[in-house]
């Protein structure tokens, strides 16, 4: 990478634009901005961005159009911006290759904690998952321990296989098909009951405050994310 | 089914036929299947009318014509039989949709009138709830840029902070106004997933909890509360709306507690206060649009009068239950309840 890491924003409202560009910049990043489906796959393609945030109501047709195009032959990171209430659009937007989604409304220190994760995610892509550390909690997933304040946790095998793939994606979200594929087999992918009773037994363990969970957070009807490393501060969405 | 009725139509009039002629003979009885091609034609239209007509032409053939039980046309005259139903069947089915036209006309100017009443209440409800934090957030944007200089650090964070906040307020009005809008289009889409009620509890008393809720908020959930199928997302803004309400209108000292009652059938979420409880006379419309309690000394400002009726709109979606109660205890206190159905192969 060369240089400034550039930012592609996708949004035809000059509102979102300005704010974003002043907090883009003040973050020490480039932004380059398109308005259509159109403009955006031209530029993703003749002068490809370093990360893509993409707002899904688009004039000329459905923000997943370009996550569809751009995936024929590009990997670059694309968070999707999205109404808080379109949960279904969402998964959608994932499933065809997204890497994560904020809220719309959103806050800028969600943005770009977001956009970090995607960043940071797409760096150590290639290598394994290395130790992740998330306030007291250390998953040192190679040698398959998992520590809270100096104390060892102990976790069950399924248990330690939620947690090490939720935090090989940490600070992303990743859907209940994902970790259901991932953890319990394709033959389990839409059984999230139990899903729910192992997120909820993790918890018990793991988090400082089970009822307040500050590591591993619920997307309602989406899935979960394992809390960014070292900002395990940050509130639930 | 226009067709199976227009059958049993023309069957009913052979049938009368026989019964009439076996009383006293009978010169014309193609008459009686002129009523058998009028029904069909007054209750569905032309084409049944048409079918009927045809059927009619056959049956009073078959049954009724000699040579009988054949379908030859003797005489050129029988042939009349079959163009008058015909004619008949076209004018009557005609007219009769004329008048079925002008009546589903008349329905619908009634429900346009029905739905720009709601649009007008829901616009003057809007406008009156959107400018009050509007208000705050100009004012407080202006001080920033008119004063910034004069203001102190923690002035200036005041303000900032209630900018957030009441931009906060206004993005959960939408929301709120989107779902009402939805539920009423009878467009709510359900997204079904197992629900772990006790997260939906949780997540609801800690975002309550951030808000700046001065109540004590509390959550008393058994061991065995089972999961059930519903739409996380949409059971969570229900429950959410409920302990709002509750948080809008009870006084700072009240107690809200979240529990739930488990059945072989259900799962209820009950939303219990200890305040001044509603008003019998309103209580029977503590889930309408637009209906606002208000009371001297309760903590918050008002609400929009529409989380109730949201509420009951997601659990009816879900084709569950809402109730509420009050008083509950000592005459006072307000509980609300929330009814979702369990499927039996909840873990």
Do not use: C
């Amino acid at each position: 990478m060369t240089g400034r890491t550039r930012v592609l924003v996708v949004d035809d409202e000059a509102a979102i634009l300005r704010f974003l560009k002043s907090a883009i910049e003040a973050n020490n990043y480039e932004m380059a901005s398109a308005g259509t489906v159109a403009e955006a796959t031209q530029r993703i393609a003749a002068d490809p961005p370093d990360i893509v945030l993409l707002d899904l109501a688009l004039p000329d047709g459905d923000g997943k159009d370009v996550i569809r195009r751009v995936r024929e032959w590009s990997d670059v990171p694309i968070i999707v911006l999205s109404a808080r209430d379109r949960e279904v659009e969402k998964i959608e937007a994932l499933d065809l290759g997204a890497d994560d989604f904020v809220n719309k409304p959103f806050g800028v220190g969600e943005l770009m904690a977001r956009l970090r994760a995607a960043l940071r995610h797409r760096m150590q892509r290639s290598g394994e998952t290395p130790v992740v550390r998330i306030g007291g909690l250390e998953i040192d997933v190679p040698r398959r321990r998992v520590g809270r304040d100096g104390q060892e946790v102990r976790l069950t095998p399924k248990e330690f296989e939620l947690l090490a793939f939720l935090a090989r994606f940490a600070g992303k979200v990743v859907t209940h098909k994902q970790v259901l594929n991932a953890v319990w087999g394709p033959a389990h992918a839409d059984d999230t009951q139990y899903l729910r009773v192992y997120v909820g037994q993790l918890r018990q363990k793991i988090e400082p405050d089970p009822s307040e969970p500050s590591v591993v957070l619920t997307e309602p009807g989406i899935g979960y994310r394992l809390a960014e490393p070292r900002d395990a501060a940050m509130p639930p969405s | 089914m226009p067709y199976v009725w227009s059958t049993i139509a023309v069957a009913a009039a052979v049938l009368i036929g026989y019964a009439l002629r076996s009383l006293a003979p009978l010169p014309n009885v193609s008459l009686i299947f002129l009523l058998a091609v009028l029904f069909p034609a007054v209750s569905f239209g032309m084409w049944p009318a048409i079918y009927a007509s045809f059927l009619s032409f056959l049956a009073y053939n078959f049954f009724f014509i000699h040579p009988i039980y054949t379908l030859t046309v003797a005489e050129p005259h029988e042939l009349l039989a079959l163009v008058i139903f015909l004619i008949v069947a076209i004018i009557t089915s005609a007219l009769a949709g004329r008048v079925r036209d002008q009546a589903r006309e008349t329905v619908m100017a009634r429900t346009a009138a029905e739905t720009e009443r709601v649009r007008n209440t829901l616009l003057a409800a809007i406008s009156h709830d959107f400018r009050t934090p509007l208000s705050s957030i100009l004012g407080a944007a202006t001080s920033l840029l008119d004063y910034r200089d004069k203001l102190g650090a923690s002035a200036q964070a005041d303000l900032l902070g209630q900018i957030k906040q009441e931009a906060e307020g206004l993005d959960e009005m939408v929301r709120n106004l989107l779902a009402i809008t939805r539920i009423d289009a009878g467009g709510l889409e359900l997204n079904y997933d197992w629900v772990d009620l006790r997260e939906v509890v949780q997540r609801v008393i800690n975002a309550a909890r951030r808000r700046g809720a001065a109540q004590r908020i509390t959550a008393a959930l058994p061991g065995d509360l089972p999961m059930v199928r519903a739409d996380a997302m949409l059971a969570e803004q229900a429950l959410g709306n409920v302990v709002n309400n509750a948080v809008l209108h009870t006084p700072m000292e009240t107690t809200i507690t979240v529990d739930a009652v488990v059945d072989p059938a259900s799962v209820s979420l009950r939303v219990t206060d200890d305040g001044p409880g509603i008003p019998a006379e309103t209580l029977p419309h503590a889930f309408d649009k637009f209906v606002r309690v208000r009371r001297a000394g309760t903590a918050g400002r008002e609400g929009t009068g529409l989380g109730l009726a949201i509420a009951r709109g997601i659990v009816e979606a879900h084709r569950g239950s809402t109730v509420a109660q009050s008083p509950v205890a000592d005459g006072r206190g307000t509980r609300v309840v929330l009814t979702f159905p369990r499927e039996e192969t909840s873990p």
